[in-house]
Every structure is written in C-alpha cells, then in structure tokens.
C-alpha cells in the first residue's frame, strides 16, 4: 500500500493534441481516488499514465514517494482492472490469475495458496478451470478483480470496470468493490463516468474536463459546494439546478429575484445566510442560483428555514419514492424533488426552497462566488 | 415449387462438380493404362488391367532433361523448399500483423499501406533484380534462394492477414499482459498466437498453395540440383525421346499436384471457418 503523488502532469500526443494540460492530485495511503468526467475528458489517459502504459510529457508521478514516471508497468507494483476484462482467451480462469505470479516466478506452491485466498474472496472457486468465454459478465468482472488481486500490488487501478454490466450487477459490485475497498485497504484509483459510482465509492474525487481537474475533493465538497456549473451539473441525478437570478441588498438582507417566464411570476427569495458584507461590490449581481432538486420540494416537507413559493409545474415524473416535477424558472428548466403526496393543483404546487444549500455562480464565467462566511 | 427449385439447385451444383472433376477422371485412368490401351483412343473408359508402372516410372526414373532420377529428387526439393518458407513467411507475417495492430508507431499505417503495395507487384518485375540480389548475398541456385524469395514475396499477404485478424483483438489485452509483466515475445507467445489458429490455417494454406505451386521463381533462380517439381514436371512432359507416355505424364502431374490437394482436404474447413472468423471474443 501506499500514496500517490501526481504533480503538474501534462500529456500532449506527437501530432499535437494535449489531453492533460497540468494535473495535481495527492491521495494518502489507503485512500480511494475516483476521476470522474465526460468522454474525452482525460481520466482514462491519466489512470494509463499512472499505470506506465502511457508515457508522461511533463511533470512526475510518485507512488509512495518514489517516481516512477520511468519504469516500466510491471515494476510499478500495481494492477489493473479493465473495462473489457481483458482476460486472456485461451487460459482459463486459474492460467489467468498465475500468469502475472508465472512471469514473476512466484514459486508454484505459493501460486496455487494466492489463487485459492483470491478465489475463495471472490468466490469463483467454482470457475477456475472454465475458459473465459464460457463465463457471464459478472463473473468475468470478478475474475478480472481476481487477477488484480492476486498481484497484491500498492495500488489498484480500474478502468469503468462496471460499465459492460447490466444496472443490476453493476449496483451489486459497486458496493462489492466498496466492501473489498474497505477490508483490504488498499490506495485505488478508479476512472468512471458515472456520478454515482463516483459519489458511492470515493474517498476523494478529481472532476475532469478537457484535460483539466475542475474540482478535486470529498464527496460532500464536490455535491455540496461545487466550483463552478460544471461540477454543479456534472454530479448529481437529476443535477443541480441553475437558475438565472439577480442578487441584491434589499433592507439589510441579501435578496435573490428571479424574472418571470412564461406562466411563472416573477419571484424573490430571501438569502439569510449570506452577510451583505460578504457579497461583492457592484450589485444588482448577476449569478446563476444553484439549488440541488432536494432542496426544493413542496411543503409537506417543511422546515421554518425554508422560503415559500409557488410555482407553476410543466410536467411531472413518478419514481416511486418521489414525483419530479419540472419548472421554468427564470427560463431554465428545473427539477424540483417533491414527496408524491404533494399536492399539485391546476398546475400549481407549493414549493419550500432550502436556500441555505444554494450555490451562487457567476453568470458570465460559470465561477461559484467565493462568500467568506460560508 | 420450393421442392423444384432445390432440385434445380442441386442439379445444378452436381454439374459443376462434374466439370470441375472431369480433368481429374481423364488423369486418373489414363495414368493407369499401359502405352497401348491409350492408343485405342478411349479417353475416359476405364483402364482394362490397371498398372502402377507409370506411377513408379513417374516418381522413380523417368527422364528430366538428361537426368532420368524421375520426380523423386525435385519433390524432395519442393518439400525443403515449400515447408521453412510457408512457417517463416506465416510467422513473420504474424509478427508484423501484432506489431502493426498492438505496438503502433509513428507511420506504421504508411508502412502497412507500402506492404499492400507488394501484394500487387507481378513477379516477373522482381525477377532481374531478385536474381541480382540473390547473387551478391550468395543465395544463387540454391533451395536457401528460392525460401528466401517465397519468404519476401509472402510477407505482403501473410502480413496483411495477420494484420486484419489482430485489428480485432482488443488493445487492452495486451495493456492486461503488459501490467502483468509480460514482455513483447512473451504477449506475442503466449496471448496473441494461441489465439491465432483460424488465420494461421488459412495464412498457411495460401502460402503452401502459392510455394508449391511457384514455376516462375523456380525455374529462374534455382540450380539443376535445386528445382522444385513443377520445374521437373514441365522438363519430364517437354522431354521426348521416341514414344510420348501420356501415363507416366499423367502420373507425374497428379504427383506434383497431390500435397496441395492434401493440404485443402486435410485443412480446407478450417480455411473457411478462418477467413470468416470476426474479432476474438474474450
């Protein structure tokens, strides 16, 4: 086990194109790294830096202190999940885990005891023998994880390992993924699209667009306190809502009007939790209101800190657990998280907004406003 | 009218069979008639006593030019000759197919295109500076020449075979060997060829049908000691002193043809299923 230490990493491919323009990410002994983005973003050209399969451009990579931005992949002491697998065709399950301890010449005696402990945890003691190709995809991702294992390296790195499963083992191996995480220890770095993975497994998250971290942080910073609308889109299911607003001081307290569209009225809402001091010169601001679909609901879920206001609703979507409901707000359209015993009526419902999570962006640069009472 | 058009179908088919074979039913008895049967005229009548004589005529002492060994010493030739050639061509070709598709480099798609070219070049254009280099590396009439030019020309297609068979093997595969700790041999040993079989079938009868079967090559650039057996069977066939033995010709011919024919009969479904075959599936 041990830390990794990326600093000022840049990739820029021979014909030109640069795909990481200055990464720094530091993650401790033991900790759980996602890189979460868009295709095209980075994540997966970073995760095979770090592994030694791409070759660094600039700036140093460390594990456990050391640089490694010149060794080889073998000789890097970790392993790596696929988001194919990769499992050899032509061996079979036991062949597939001894392959790396055979290359390394792991006595035998000491090959078969590993691929027992590692079957045994993933249990596929039953698989050994079979080929790849006459197992299901679940059973091929635990194999691939299998084979990671076995190598007991100092850091894990996986490649959107969940993504070619179907939405009900993929919601099962990630809290598998967590459990192992979490028994064995072991520093992991974990390149995925999808938030929720994201928000489930890591210990930190590094969101990545175009060859840059736009955040990196605990999960709690990066849903709650997002940088810029990127984050604030990006995480999050449904994302956060950005609604064009307008900010002021109105008698003593800083004030947020939103402008009619269409059937919905113009409307303000108090901001208490911010200090008039606190917000910038030059008002009435121009921002973007970032208020996650949570935090406004209706009234059934009412809390005295929460600002009424009532909104007109275009549609609504049942989950089950809740009934989304889409508004246009400021001419945006937003989500609202609603109880679905809330009462709509003639297209109008009652809605409490926690104002105290909202976010305040910058409408010309996307930036959230830094206010240093928060 | 289904029932019809299926017997039409076969029908159909069973006449083209017989067209094809047709060539084969004139060798094969004529081969096993005496001299004076084949006099009588009866070109696809069956032989009245058939006789072995002009087969062993054929392989052991009929006359090539002034050597009167038979096809014995040249089939040898064409076996030494074909068998190193049709592996190392294969091999390499492989070779070439997993560095082009697994370990890109930078023009390794121009110097692909630049080997397709030389799948179109006719031999007789490297025939003269062929010969020459054959002269100054000192490979001239000799059955090492003869590999050495087999080897050259079959890379093209072996290449291109092999190339387009790896494009489907995914790059993380060999990412996973990598990790693993596998070096360039090892990954190419041991993931990338035991997966290979479909298209080493197929690379292989190809490159044995294309060697075997080879006159040009053979007649410009081997010795009088290393002539493969098509060259033989031309001087055997082309060399009359008195009576013309359409038998022992025969003979010889269906000798020199047999291997290839063997190699289709033994290894033919597999050239099917090969040149089918899609990506691995993993």
Redesign the interface.
């Known amino acids: 086990m041990a830390s990794l230490g990326i600093k000022n990493i840049r990739k820029t491919y021979?014909n030109g194109v640069e795909v990481l323009k200055g990464i720094d990410l530091d993650i401790e002994d033991g900790e759980f790294l996602i890189l979460v983005g868009g295709s095209g973003c980075g994540k997966s050209t970073l995760l095979?830096m770090i592994?030694?399969?791409e070759t660094v451009t600039e700036g140093e990579i460390a594990i456990g202190g050391k640089r490694v931005n010149d060794l080889?992949?073998?000789d890097r002491d970790?392993?790596?999940v696929?988001?194919?697998?990769?499992?050899?065709?032509?061996?079979s399950v036991r062949e597939n885990i001894a392959?790396?301890l055979s290359?390394?010449k792991v006595p035998k005696a000491e090959q078969d005891a590993t691929i027992a402990r590692v079957a045994k945890l993933l249990q596929i003691e039953s698989l050994l023998e079979r080929r790849?190709?006459q197992l299901s995809g679940g059973q091929r991702q635990r194999v691939a994880m299998g084979?990671a294992l076995a190598r007991e390296p100092q850091i894990f790195l996986f490649d959107e390992p969940l993504s070619n499963l179907d939405a009900k083992l993929r919601v099962e191996m990630r809290s598998e993924i967590k459990l192992l995480h979490k028994r064995l220890g072991i520093t992991t770095v974990y390149v995925t699209h999808d938030q929720i993975e994201a928000m489930t497994l890591g210990d930190k998250i590094a969101v990545m667009k175009d060859g840059v971290v736009q955040q990196f942080g605990t999960p709690d910073d990066i849903y709650n306190r997002p940088v810029n609308t990127f984050v604030a889109g990006f995480m999050g299911s449904p994302p956060m809502n950005l609604i064009p607003a307008t900010v002021r001081v109105e008698g003593g307290i800083v004030v947020t009007q939103i402008a009619a569209h269409g059937k919905q009225q113009s409307f303000s809402l108090p901001l208490r939790h911010i200090a008039p001091g606190d917000l910038p010169s030059g008002s009435p601001l121009e921002v973007l209101l970032g208020v996650r679909p949570e935090h406004m609901t209706d009234a059934l879920r009412v809390d005295t800190s929460h600002e009424r206001v009532t909104v007109h609703v275009d549609i609504t979507e049942r989950t089950g657990a809740d009934t989304l409901a889409f508004v246009a707000l400021g001419g945006e359209r937003c989500v609202c998280r609603l109880n679905p015993l809330a009462p709509i009526h003639e297209h109008q419902v009652e809605l409490a907004v926690d104002t105290r999570a909202a976010v305040l962006f910058d409408r010309a640069t996307g930036r959230a406003l830094t206010l240093p009472s928060r | 009218m289904n029932r019809i058009a299926r017997l039409a179908l076969y029908g159909l088919l069973a006449l083209a069979a017989l067209y094809t074979l047709a060539p084969m039913w004139v060798m094969v008895p004529t081969s096993m008639k005496t001299l004076d049967e084949i006099r009588e005229g009866s070109l696809i009548a069956a032989p009245h006593v058939p006789t072995v004589e002009p087969w062993l005529k054929a392989w052991s002492h009929a006359c090539t030019g002034v050597r009167c060994e038979g096809l014995k010493p040249f089939f040898v030739n064409s076996l030494l000759m074909t068998i190193p050639a049709v592996l190392r061509s294969t091999l390499m070709g492989a070779l070439n197919g997993y560095v082009l598709t697994q370990w890109r480099f930078?023009g390794s798609d121009t110097l692909f295109t630049l080997l397709l070219v030389g799948c179109f070049i006719p031999f007789q254009v490297v025939l003269l500076p062929m010969a020459r280099t054959l002269g100054l590396v000192g490979l001239s009439d000799s059955v090492w020449g003869l590999i050495f030019v087999h080897v050259v020309y079959g890379l093209a297609f072996t290449t291109l075979l092999f190339r387009n068979y790896y494009v489907g093997v995914?790059g993380?595969?060999v990412?996973?060997?990598?990790?693993?700790?596998?070096g360039f041999f090892?990954i190419f040993r041991?993931?990338l060829l035991?997966?290979s079989g479909p298209i080493f079938m197929v690379c292989v009868i190809w490159q044995f049908t294309q060697i075997w079967n080879d006159f040009l090559f053979g007649v410009v650039f081997a010795g009088a000691d290393s002539q493969p057996v098509t060259v033989a069977l031309n001087n055997l066939v082309r060399t009359s002193t008195g009576v013309k033995e359409y038998n022992v010709d025969m003979a010889a011919a269906i000798i020199a043809a047999a291997p290839t024919l063997l190699v289709y009969i033994i290894a033919g479904k597999y050239f099917v299923r090969g040149l089918t075959a899609g990506a691995?599936?993993?």
Do not use: C, H
């Not at chain 1, 988001?83 to 061996?91: G, T």
């Open positions: 021979p095979n592994a030694g399969l080889p992949p073998k970790i392993a790596m696929f988001q194919s697998y990769a499992l050899y065709p032509s061996m392959f790396g290359l390394r790849p190709a084979r | 930078r995914p993380e595969l990412k996973a060997a990598r990790v693993d700790g596998a090892t041991r993931i035991p997966i691995v599936k993993g």
